[in-house]
DNA sequence: GCTATTTGACCGCC
DNA sequence: GGCGGTCAAATAGC
C-alpha cells in the first residue's frame, strides 16, 4: 500500500470511511441467518477501508509508519495477542478506598471509553454534577459528573465532559469511567436520534449547562452514548482528541496510541498503538482471523 | 424545605 | 510539588 504522507489525504480517508459505514449500518444490524454471509462481508469491507484509511492516519502521524511502508510483512507469529483485559485489571482492593475525600480515582482503560459528540448530556442516563476544574493545557473547563443514583444504587459510573473546540457547533470529549450498575432510565435516549444538540449548552467559556433530570428521569436503556447525528469535522479536528466513526465505534487516544472502541457494548475491539516505536493493531475476533485481506492490512499495520 | 449546582479544599498519583 | 479527581459546605433555584 502506498503511504500518503499527507495529513489532508489521510483525513479524507478517515471521512470516506466514517461515512461508507454511515451509510451501510442498516443491513449490519440484520439478524437475520440468511444475511450472515453477505453482512460478514460487507463487514469485512468496511473493517478493510477502515484499516487503510487509519494506516494512512498513522504514517501521517508517525514519519516511522511511513518508513516503514512497503516493507516486508511481519510475520504472522510476531502479531501480538489480542489484549487481555485481566492484564491489566486494577487492584480491587483499592477501590473501596476511592471512597475517601478527595482519592484519585485513576482512569481505568478497561471500564473507561472516550467518544467525541456535540451532545455530551443525551446519553440516556442520569447524571449529577459534582465539580468541574481547569486542566492544564486546555481552554475550557473539565466537568465532572456521577451517575444521580450512586448512592441510591451504589453505581460507580462517573463521566467526564472537556470541551474541545468553540464553534458553531462546539464538540465535546466524554470520557466514560466504569459501568452503571443502576439500572436508571431516562426518557433520554428519545432524543438522541432526534434532539442531540438541543439536550446540551454551553457558553464561550465551555460553561456546560444540562437539563434538569427530573425533565428526563423516564424509561430508557443502558446504551452508551453516541454521536449519531452528529459530525465530525475532520479538518478541525487534532489527531490528540477522539474520533467517533461511526454508530459503532469510536477512535480515541490512549497511552498507547489510539484506541478503536466498540459503542454498542463497551468492549474494546482492537488497538492502534504506538509502543517503543512499534505499532500494532488488535483485532476483534472473529472477523478478522480468519480473513486474509484483513490479515494481509493487519501485517502491514503491524511493523 | 428539598434538590441540584457551585466552588474551594482535600488527597492520591506521577 | 503539581496535577487532577472527588468531597462536601455553601449557595441557588424551585
Redesign the pocket.
Known amino acids: 500500500m502506498a503511504c500518503v504522507p499527507d495529513r489532508y489525504s489521510a483525513k479524507r480517508e478517515v471521512a470516506q470511511a466514517y461515512e461508507l459505514i454511515k451509510s451501510h449500518q442498516p443491513r449490519l444490524q440484520f439478524d437475520d441467518v440468511l444475511q450472515l454471509s453477505a453482512t460478514t462481508n460487507l463487514a469485512q469491507s468496511l473493517l478493510n477501508d477502515a484499516m487503510r484509511a487509519l494506516h494512512l492516519a498513522l504514517c501521517v502521524m508517525n514519519p516511522q509508519i511511513s518508513a516503514h511502508c512497503g516493507a516486508e510483512s511481519s510475520s504472522r507469529s510476531n502479531r501480538p495477542h489480542l489484549f487481555s483485559p485481566s492484564a491489566e485489571a486494577g487492584d480491587v482492593g ?1 477501590i473501596t ?11 481505568n482503560e478497561e471500564t473507561s471509553r472516550v467518544i467525541l459528540t456535540e451532545a455530551p448530556h443525551t446519553d440516556g442516563s ?13 481552554h475550557f473547563k ?5 451517575c ?1 443514583y ?1 448512592y441510591d444504587r451504589g453505581s460507580q459510573a ?1 463521566k ?1 465532559i472537556q470541551q474541545q473546540s468553540s464553534n458553531d457547533l462546539p464538540m465535546f470529549q466524554v ?1 466514560y ?2 459501568e452503571h450498575t443502576c439500572n436508571c432510565t431516562t426518557a433520554a435516549n428519545k432524543y438522541i436520534k432526534s434532539d442531540l444538540p438541543q439536550r446540551s449548552s454551553c457558553d464561550n467559556n465551555g ?8 425533565m428526563i428521569r423516564q424509561e430508557q436503556g443502558l446504551l452508551p452514548p453516541r454521536a449519531e447525528g452528529s459530525t465530525v469535522f475532520m479538518d478541525t479536528m487534532s489527531w490528540e482528541e477522539p474520533f467517533v466513526l461511526s454508530n459503532l465505534y469510536s477512535l480515541s487516544p490512549n497511552h498507547a496510541g489510539y484506541h478503536m472502541t466498540s459503542t454498542d457494548d463497551g468492549a474494546s475491539d482492537f488497538h492502534c498503538g504506538s509502543s517503543d516505536g512499534t505499532y500494532l493493531v488488535l483485532p476483534p475476533e472473529p472477523i478478522f482471523e480468519d480473513n486474509p485481506c484483513i490479515d494481509a492490512e493487519l501485517d502491514l499495520l503491524y511493523i
Do not use: C, L, P
Open positions: 483499592r478506598s476511592q471512597q475517601k475525600k478527595g482519592k484519585r480515582r485513576r482512569a442520569v447524571w449529577r454534577k459534582y465539580g468541574e476544574k481547569k486542566i492544564n493545557g486546555t473539565r466537568h465532572y459528573f456521577r444521580s450512586k462517573t467526564q470520557t469511567n466504569s460553561t456546560i449547562s444540562q437539563m434538569g433530570d427530573a
